[in-house]
């Protein structure tokens, strides 16, 4: 009994100091696990393969000052779990900026007539999509661009029956009223708006657009002209907000040296000033083909904002995406080289703090319903996984 009594005291001696030992080799796994873990996210910015899926490009962005930021669709605008929230992950992860495709365009603000058109008041502007865009973004924390104010394209049908019988006077009174309360519902909500989009083709200003009266026929007060018009919207905007940022914004306008571009820059400066226009910067679309960029056509990129900032002006990227065509015979690959050149190429310019692209992937893309036998435009393929061109921004963002 005496013998049983010792070796059972021994063994669970024994088992006790085995237990022991299992705890220390946990406790060692535990503390080796954690420390490789500290320091893979210290290295996180600066080890470009590290792909953790929780670091998006926002995280790059923001470390350099700079935002990188996307566009809403329609479907997710109205469903934010469309596409079962891939999406809405998209965005959430990678980007610090944001843009509505289309549902802050006067067609969507102002879809049912003013009962008084010529004295706008914010009861007529569906300030609910506003509402619910800054809400979204506001919870993410990402910079608000409003898209578009004046516009040619995108009115109500109202105004597209109504505007060609107004005077000039008129279209003042109603641009003005509409402006004048949708920035000031907007004041302090939205970062930067879009005040005036696409007023140029070729090398003059657009013609046949609903406010086109303004160039034949004076207001009351004897002004006549584009530039007298444009250089009121301006205004207007300043006044309903005196800290938002006001820009220009146009495809075409990229490369320094094309007549669009030439015009474009004539434009603006002259704007501010000889009409003193509160104008702060231009939005380069850059709606791209992927043949087209060139280094060559990148530098001149870089020249547009180089030149726009001699004259103290913001230049964004506001709606950047690069199709590939059938017959194009650049691949993924070109794209991302083509996507990382750009990116470097803008933000290493200081009077380039955004650049928005336009699309989420593949699938949330304007590109393949408007250009036949075009597509993968955008750095998330159609089923929102990663693409080349995801890893060119990256790349651009941890080299700048
Ligand atoms: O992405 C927008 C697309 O869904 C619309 O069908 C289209 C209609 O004009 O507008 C697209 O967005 C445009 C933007 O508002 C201004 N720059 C050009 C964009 C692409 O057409």
């Not at 006077?169 to 939205?190: E, P, R, T, W």
């Amino acid at each position: 009994a005496a013998t049983s009594k010792i070796n059972f005291f021994n063994i669970s001696k024994f088992l006790v100091i085995i237990m022991k030992c299992i705890v220390l080799v946990i406790l060692a796994t535990v503390l080796l696990i954690s420390c490789s873990k500290g320091s893979a996210d210290e290295n996180i910015f600066h080890n470009k393969e590290i792909d953790d899926i929780t670091i998006g490009l926002k995280n790059y962005a923001i470390e350099k000052g700079k935002f990188i930021g996307n566009l809403m669709r329609d479907g997710m605008f109205d469903n934010l779990q469309v596409h079962n929230g891939s999406t809405d992950n998209i965005l959430k992860t990678d980007y610090n900026a944001i843009v509505l495709g289309n549902k802050m365009k006067m067609s969507n603000l102002l879809r049912t007539r003013p009962q008084d058109p010529f004295n706008v008041k914010i009861e007529d502007i569906n300030t609910d999509i506003i509402d619910k865009f800054v809400n979204y973004a506001d919870k993410h924390n990402m910079r608000k661009r409003g898209h578009v104010m004046i516009w040619y394209k995108q009115i109500p049908s109202w105004l597209t029956n109504e505007a060609p019988n107004w005077s000039a006077q008129q279209v003042y009174d109603f641009s003005k009223s509409y402006i004048l309360a949708l920035s000031a519902y907007c004041k302090g909500k939205i970062d930067e708006w879009d005040v005036l989009n696409e007023g140029i083709v070729n090398n003059s200003f657009r013609q046949g657009t609903w406010y086109d009266i303004i160039n034949t026929q004076a207001n009351i007060n004897g002004d006549i002209g584009y530039y007298n018009y444009f250089a009121y919207l301006f205004k207007w905007a300043r006044q309903g907000d005196s800290d938002v940022e006001l820009f220009y914004n146009d495809y075409n306008i990229e490369a320094f040296g094309t007549s669009k571009n030439n015009f474009m820059r004539t434009f603006v400066k002259k704007l501010k000033l000889d009409y003193s226009a509160p104008i702060d910067g231009v939005g380069l679309q850059s709606h791209f083909k992927i043949n087209l960029t060139t280094d060559d056509f990148i530098s001149r990129l870089g020249k547009t904002i180089d030149d726009l900032g001699e004259s103290d002006f913001i230049a964004n990227i506001t709606e950047l995406d690069i199709r590939i065509c059938n017959g194009d015979i650049q691949t993924l690959d070109d794209q991302k080289k083509a996507y990382k050149n750009i990116v470097s190429t803008a933000f290493s310019r200081d009077n380039c703090k955004t650049i928005l692209i336009w699309g989420p992937s593949d699938n949330d893309s304007w590109i393949n319903s408007h250009f036949e036998g075009c597509g993968q435009a955008t750095p998330h393929d159609e089923n929102f996984n990663k693409k080349p061109a995801y890893f060119g921004i990256k790349e651009a963002l941890m080299d700048l």
